[in-house]
């Protein structure tokens, strides 16, 4: 899931686009986003000369773009996957179409990482204002803290129309035409779109980028409601706080719901089919987090189990879960809660696509697709001017990893070899404290290690040695290192505590661009800051070979 970061900058008077410097973004959008309402348009813009689109899909198409094609590149589905190419291709002097079918955004703004981060911006300031023994030691005084549930709710479904609506104009402003209806993929580059029940429109491109996402994954005999048993989407729009609710699922969604949940004093108990909770994180991180956010708070736990048959409430009866034993079968328990949260992870949007149209056949409903992102056929041969990225092909099912992988099939299109280093892309999970990592855990690096004959060294160091993180009183947190100890190669970090999410960027780009612990640990850290907490790992980092090496290439994963 992804941050939203909003800047607050003073501007001359009046404003205008060429006051502000040419490189600076505002939530990942370009300038001319946020000055698209002026008269005044950079000359510079791209497709200048080109009306906005209309977002009833019903502009005729002109200007054919290179080849005879309506289009040079086409993108089904407008989330941040499909913006983030649609933008890069017009700065590449594409001209370029996005064909959504919802609204623009997709899961991430609408339904994910915008309205979560909304809710949890909301738990962290209950947890903040309710910890009296935190306050205390920091002179504060603060009484009878409380919440008005319709103006959560409003706050987060406030941000996501804010982000959509920034999305829609950065589009519109740079000359992205926004089709609207379902696209379908006809043939070799040919696509068409149109809304249920009307008129469909066929359109040709040199290039098509499959954008579609993901949907809450939902496992065989739970019964959705959208009251007492819901997924993600049902919860983000906060229309009730249960006083008991069961979350299926200890990941990253699971983890979150259960920071906001608390906060606003639900007790919570996860249904974990894995034998221990939070199995996607480094198992050293996963037992601290265990102790900072879970044991202390109203939440208890069924770890390797799974949720056989969830039957929503009704007739005055509570929620009912059936609980098997994850490897016999055999029935364990029967929870009776308020609610249940269906956190099972996210299942490829890739339905109706048209692609047995081109001759590919899904992988557990995954397109797939090479290094590239290029599509590949039922035969292994690829599929000449067909991309997939995101969610939908599986890969790395994170916003901002879509984004990267469009932008990367754009810098093909436009004569580069790039390739995404997908080991360099960075997650978090924005409980409180906060969880990042990237790369490798501990045990994944020692088995690389074991298979391709090098040894690994770790590197730790906990927050409570953090000159920043002690005056804030956050002192509860750690951050490791996996590197390889013959070269330098960092392998791996990750970190839980104070604005882990934030912190992580430092060791993902090494990682991108192959700087490695011994060339790195000389770079300069403002003094007190919360990034001392990556200096100090650096630092400690030891390189057998006793020399410097220079910054390699990135490698592609």
């Not at 017009?90 to 809710?119: H, M, Y």
């Not at 994180?281 to 969830?310: C, M, S, W």
């Not at 970090?493 to 612990?517: F, W």
Request: hydrophobic share 40%; charged share 20%.
């Amino acid at each position: 899931m992804q941050a939203s970061l909003t800047f607050s900058i003073s501007l001359p008077s009046p404003i205008s686009p060429k006051s502000v410097p040419k490189s600076l973004r505002f939530c990942g959008l370009r300038r001319e986003a946020l000055f698209s309402s002026l008269s005044a348009v950079p000359a510079r813009r791209i497709q200048s000369k080109r009306a906005a689109a209309a977002t009833n899909g019903s502009s005729a198409v002109s200007d054919k773009a290179k080849g005879g094609f309506d289009y040079d590149l086409v993108i089904i589905g407008a989330g941040v996957g499909g913006h983030g190419a649609a933008l890069h291709a017009v700065e590449k002097g594409l001209k370029t179409a996005i064909i959504e079918g919802d609204v623009v955004g997709g899961t991430c703004v609408n339904r994910g990482c915008v309205p979560s981060k909304a809710l949890l911006a909301v738990s962290g300031r209950m947890r903040e204002l309710n910890d009296e023994h935190h306050l205390k030691s920091l002179g504060l005084k603060v009484s009878a803290p409380g919440y008005d549930r319709q103006a959560v709710a409003d706050h987060a479904n406030n941000l996501a129309s804010k982000i959509r609506s920034n999305l829609t104009n950065s589009m519109k402003a740079l000359g992205v035409d926004i089709l609207t209806g379902v696209g379908t993929i006809l043939g070799p580059q040919k696509v068409k779109y149109g809304k249920i029940g009307f008129p469909e429109t066929e359109i040709t491109a040199r290039d098509i980028i499959i954008a579609t996402g993901s949907v809450p994954f939902v496992p065989n005999g739970i019964e959705i409601d959208g009251k007492t048993v819901f997924t993600s989407d049902h919860a983000l729009k906060m229309e009730w706080v249960p006083d008991w609710i069961a979350i299926v699922g200890s990941g990253y969604i699971g983890l979150e719901f259960s920071d906001v949940y608390t906060a606003l004093g639900s007790e919570v108990t996860f249904v974990e089919a894995l034998d221990q909770l939070m199995p996607g994180f480094d198992p050293e991180i996963g037992k601290l987090a265990q102790r900072i956010l879970i044991n202390p708070r109203k939440i208890d736990y069924h770890t390797g189990v799974f949720a056989k048959k969830i039957t929503p409430a009704k007739d005055g009866k509570p929620v009912q879960i059936e609980l098997i034993d994850a490897k016999t079968k055999e029935h364990t328990d029967t929870l009776e809660v308020d609610a249940a949260l269906i956190a099972t992870g996210r299942a490829p949007f890739t339905k109706g696509l048209g692609l047995e149209n081109i001759n590919v056949e899904t992988q557990r409903g995954f397109v797939p697709v090479d290094e590239r992102m290029q599509v590949m056929d039922s035969n292994g041969n690829l599929v000449p001017h067909v991309f997939c990225i995101g969610d939908a092909n599986g890969k790395l099912m994170l916003a901002h990893a879509a984004s990267a992988q469009g932008i990367s099939v754009v810098e093909q299109l436009t004569g580069s070899t790039h390739v995404l280093n997908h080991s360099s892309i960075p997650a978090a999970c924005f409980t409180h404290p906060e969880i990042s990592m990237v790369g490798l855990t501990e045990p994944q690096a020692r088995e690389k290690g074991e298979k391709e004959g090098f040894e690994i060294s770790v590197v730790k160091t906990s927050f409570k040695a953090n000159t920043k993180a002690l005056a804030e009183n956050e002192g509860d947190g750690l951050a490791k290192m996996i590197y390889r100890a013959d070269t330098g190669e960092i392998l791996g970090v990750h970190i839980l505590g104070l604005h882990a999410a934030d912190l992580i960027h430092e060791a993902s780009n090494a990682i991108a661009l192959g700087t490695k612990v011994q060339d790195i640990k000389f770079a300069v850290h403002a003094h007190p800051t919360l990034s001392e907490v990556l200096d100090e790992l650096f630092k400690a980092a030891k390189v057998n070979t006793g020399v410097s090496h220079s910054v390699n290439e990135p490698v592609a994963v």
